[in-house]
């Protein structure tokens, strides 16, 4: 499959099992690529090779859905590099499956200014394989004090407003940058945890952190935030997504806030779907991650919550840490797990455990991050970028941190068995990566 790497013009697809979240579409056909974009699609181009094809790609009828888009991705660039670059998470992605990813403020300096939005924006174009949506900081310094100018920076190119993993305390701080987006019509994606409930902490709450002698946090924490931040919303109208929340307090919170009609989305990163807080075995610290892992009652919570459609995306919660910061006693070792290259799989465990269906999966990873995020992309419809991603869902694999692409490798999943992965990823009609 290499042969592919790095062509552009025409490209045609057969032989594929085509899923479009977008549209609905899951049937047998075949795609064509032209310029990078999407020409045409469907059942009637399954296996009709056209002279003008000058490359034609055999899917083995291997699914082709839309690329993936990961809403919640740390890197350390610019500041911490040796962490992450864009360049090295855009690896990482690729190799997942992931063509767009939209990443995080917190880097040194903060993403707080337009120039700095800017200068991800041109970074990114000059060394990513993938697209780089930035978000960035809803306030000054991620202080929690004082909000960014929202308009200047929506114009710069942010395509959401965050703390990343910090909640902002003050509730008037809150509402008023509600408010403010508000007028814009800004995205404004929050951290659901309360931060004097969880300062110092290393787990959830309960018996098994009780016997391990770890300082926890009830899992309330997060429960309390997700209910005073709808209650905002529902005071100033503001678009709100949470980017992760992972309890089944949270869930029915922002269910009944969906259900009286209020603009709330949220997500659920990849990890909070698989792993309880038993994982962490003895503490094994690539398994401490913010918000911690909760209990097997929440963790099921997850699942039926991406079952049913009140979590709207799968995100990878993407943390990049240096080996230094990880091996350390629990308490002390830092949060965080990469997971773009693991993404994929671990939420077609939901599909092999029987929950949930393919499509769905994918709409939880293509069109509604898209339609979330307000960006172009997350669909195989005509005339769209042809940001793509070649899987087979049934591919066994046993993960070994070596092989991954990201700088660092602190997996919450190494050793773990997975089925299904991505095979071939394209970015506007170029092969970016191919097993």
Excluded: W
């Excluded at 929690?144 to 942010?158: D, V, W, Y």
């Amino acid at each position: 499959m290499n042969g592919h790497l790095g062509k552009t013009g025409r490209i045609a697809f057969r032989n594929a099992r085509l899923i479009d979240p977008a549209s609905g579409l899951d049937a047998k056909g075949g795609l064509l690529v032209e310029n990078g974009k999407i020409a045409d699609i469907g059942p009637r181009l399954f296996n009709d090779a056209d002279k003008n094809d000058p490359e034609i790609i055999d899917c083995r009828g291997l699914i082709l859905a839309p690329g993936l888009i990961d809403c919640r991705v740390f890197t350390g660039e610019p500041g911490s590099e040796h962490r992450e670059s864009l360049q090295s998470a855009s690896e990482a992605a690729a190799a997942g499956g992931v063509t767009t990813i939209v990443t995080m403020p917190n880097t040194d300096p903060v993403i707080d200014e337009p120039s700095l939005v800017d200068f991800i924006k041109r970074r990114a174009a000059a060394t990513a394989k993938v697209r780089v949506a930035p978000m960035a900081a809803l306030t000054h310094r991620l202080a929690g004090e004082t909000m960014t100018e929202i308009g200047l920076l929506m114009e710069a190119g942010a395509v959401a407003f965050t703390d990343g993993d910090r909640t902002v305390a003050n509730a008037r701080v809150m509402r008023r940058a509600l408010s403010y987006a508000a007028t814009f019509g800004a995205l404004v994606v929050g951290h659901a945890e309360d931060p004097d409930l969880s300062d110092g902490t290393a787990m959830t709450e309960g018996e098994f952190a009780t016997r391990l002698g770890l300082p926890a946090a009830p899992a309330l924490a997060e429960a309390i935030i997700v209910e005073r931040d709808i209650r905002l919303v529902e005071l100033t109208g503001a678009r709100y997504h949470f980017g992760q929340i992972s309890t089944r307090a949270a869930l029915e919170s922002i269910a009944s806030a969906k259900a009286r009609g209020l603009p709330i989305t949220c997500g659920v990163a990849a990890h909070h779907l698989m792993l309880n807080e038993l994982d962490v075995g003895s503490y094994y610290t690539f398994r401490k991650v913010k918000p911690p892992l909760r209990s097997e009652a929440d963790r099921a919570a997850m699942v039926e919550g991406v079952a049913n459609g009140v979590i709207d995306v799968i995100v990878s919660s993407h943390e990049p840490q240096g080996a230094d910061t990880k091996r350390q006693p629990f308490a002390a070792a830092a949060f965080g797990s990469v997971g773009l290259e693991t993404l994929l799989p671990a939420a077609l465990s939901l599909h092999h455990d029987g929950d949930v269906s393919i499509s769905h999966i994918l709409k939880a990873l293509t069109s509604a991050p898209a339609r979330i995020m307000g960006l172009n992309a997350g669909t195989l419809a005509r005339g769209a970028q042809a940001d793509l991603v070649l899987l087979d869902a049934g591919e066994p694999f046993v993960l070994d941190e070596r092989e991954l692409h990201s700088r660092a490798h602190n997996t919450a999943f190494e050793g773990r068995k997975f089925q299904g992965r991505a095979q071939m990823t394209f970015v506007g009609g170029t092969c970016v990566f191919a097993r």
